[in-house]
């Protein structure tokens, strides 16, 4: 399925990725979901994570991305589009 996937979406919103996964599970749409959280990446060996350098100054830099197959892309975008 994900060889041709789509992005639908990518941002930082936990509450619009969490209503937008709901919505494809109750229109039966499957898709796989990505986070990313560049505060946990690593600067160099030896010198920790960005978080632990600079603190946290209560930000989230996580990323959320919704992926779903190319036949149920316009599908998903319809469903997800009428949420906005």
Do not use: W
């Not at 919103?13 to 919505?23: E, H, M, P, T, V």
């Not at 946990?40 to 989230?60: C, L, V, Y």
């Amino acid at each position: 399925m994900l060889f041709d996937s789509r992005t639908v979406y990518l941002g930082a919103s936990r509450d619009k990725y969490d209503q937008y996964c709901k919505a494809l599970d109750s229109k039966k749409i499957k898709y796989k979901t990505k986070r990313v959280n560049h505060e946990e990446k690593m600067i160099a060996p030896g010198r920790g994570t960005a978080r632990s350098m600079g603190g946290n100054f209560g930000t989230d830099k996580t990323l959320y991305e919704i992926l779903v197959g190319e036949k149920d892309y316009d599908n998903a975008m319809g469903i997800l589009t009428a949420l906005k």
